[in-house]
């Protein structure tokens, strides 16, 4: 029985911990920070529940199972779980994330010293899918290329910026903006929400898992205890980094107090501590961050899509890349206004598939249990994805009356009582003979 050392571990660890750090996740906690001003505490504890809890759950979740999306989906029925595995799929891989992490990095890192056109913006997502492709064509070398070697280096750039908010800040703690003054909880919480990591953590579960495996650990048991632990340790880190990008930015509001989202927060903050070294520094982190992401999403998708389609691994890789790069040439505000509404919509099925998933041992039969929650669940997705889009006018007034639903959670209460109903159901209508059997 092969079992992994402990520097194996440390670098599935680490190799989780980048497949994670993507450019969102830079971005949001310094101008959560900013907002939340002497409330920062509070709101990051919202931000890091969403952000990191509820991902670290989902790997928990899919260890569970085997690490597939397929079989946390089992429920529902193999054609509800494959048109929900593939609307994830699709929604984290090719058509917004992974191109998204392209433009991103592009607009962070590279255009503040080439120019926002449209020749340097193709050049660079050339070579920037050239080298995701390369790293994610042979998957089993994942933890060797990402986890060992690319990661170090990643972390070597946050500790920088890290330790200089903490050790050398831009001034005091600044005032608490409006939206943060009733409730910082609950603002920081839908910040974390909006990284979009649980989504990410359904994809990449296979990933870990087929990393494990990769290394010749075979036995159930084992990889779900690895998991859990390069899980553990990827958590760890992004806790560390959120917790110094809010304090960063909660006391950069003399320096960027104008700013309007997290990118101008940090650019402020590097070109006042460290002037250009700190842009080029900014440069790389973004950067790696990005691609780590990237390879992470490529690599998912064409596991997933090569056992779906009579198609080989390589084959899905290649085409998925080369899609990527079309789509990131649209353009970086074309990406945000089409994915934000379809990631919001899926968001809440993700949560409360996650929840069920780690509850199952307390149905009588999760079909029972699943089918009816996630339907009303859907319903209000359809809903948010509407609102997200703009198209406020198509939902019916009721949706919007519901508690907690100028906060994006109105789907919380419905789906709650939904479960309480199908939970006394299951029990009255007790096991089935299969299950019994």
């Excluded at 910040?191 to 010749?216: H, K, N």
């Excluded at 809010?246 to 070109?271: D, H, M, P, R, W």
């Excluded at 501590?273 to 690599?299: E, K, M």
Aim: proline share 5%; net charge neutral.
């Amino acid at each position: 029985m092969t079992r992994l050392k402990g520097s194996d571990l440390l670098a599935l660890g680490f190799m989780t911990f980048a497949l994670f750090l993507g450019a969102g996740n830079i971005i949001f906690p310094p101008s959560a920070g900013m907002a939340a001003g002497e409330h920062m505490g509070t709101a990051a504890l919202g931000f890091l529940l969403t952000g990191v809890g509820l991902p670290l759950l989902t790997i928990v979740a899919l260890a569970r199972v085997g690490g597939g999306m397929a079989l946390l989906t089992a429920p529902l029925g193999k054609t509800a779980g494959l048109l929900l595995a593939v609307a994830v799929y699709l929604a984290i891989g090719p058509l917004f994330a992974t191109p998204r992490t392209a433009v991103v990095s592009f607009e962070m890192g590279i255009a503040p010293f080439t120019g926002n056109t449209g020749l340097s913006l193709g050049l660079y997502t050339l070579a920037y899918f050239a080298a995701v492709i390369l790293l994610s064509l042979n998957p089993g070398r994942l933890v060797d290329r990402i986890g060992k070697f690319i990661t170090p280096v990643l972390l070597a750039a946050l500790l920088v910026l890290g330790g200089a908010a903490l050790l050398s800040p831009a001034g005091e703690v600044g005032a608490v903006a409006v939206d943060y003054q009733q409730a910082p909880f609950v603002q920081g919480f839908l910040q974390g929400y909006l990284t979009m990591d649980t989504l990410g953590a359904l994809v990449f579960g296979i990933v870990i898992a087929t990393a494990i495996r990769d290394r010749g650990v075979t036995e159930q048991a084992l990889i779900t205890r690895y998991s859990v632990i390069a899980g553990v340790i990827a958590a760890t880190g992004l806790s560390l980094v959120y917790l110094a990008l809010f304090y960063l930015g909660a006391t950069s509001q003399g320096i960027a107090g104008e700013a309007q989202n997290g990118v101008q927060i940090l650019s402020a903050y590097v070109q006042h501590t460290f002037g250009t070294t700190g842009s080029l520094l900014l440069a790389v982190v973004i950067t790696l961050a990005c691609l780590t992401t990237a390879v992470g999403l490529l690599t998912a998708c064409g596991e997933f899509f090569s056992g779906l389609l009579p198609v080989s691994y390589r084959v899905v890789v290649v085409a998925l890349g080369v899609f990527s790069l079309l789509v990131a040439n649209q353009g970086l505000t074309q990406l945000i206004s089409v994915s934000v509404p379809v990631l919001v919509g899926l968001y809440p099925l993700a949560i409360v598939l996650v929840a069920l998933s780690l509850c199952d041992r307390l149905w009588l039969s999760p079909r029972r249990v699943f089918v009816p929650v996630m339907a009303v669940t859907l319903v209000f997705g359809v809903v948010d994805g509407f609102a997200a889009a703009g198209f406020s006018n198509l939902v019916p007034t009721l949706f919007s009356k519901l508690p907690l639903a100028e906060q994006s959670l109105g789907w919380l209460l419905p789906v709650l009582l939904t479960l309480v109903v199908a939970c006394v159901a299951d029990r009255l209508v007790g096991r089935t003979p299969a299950a019994v059997a």
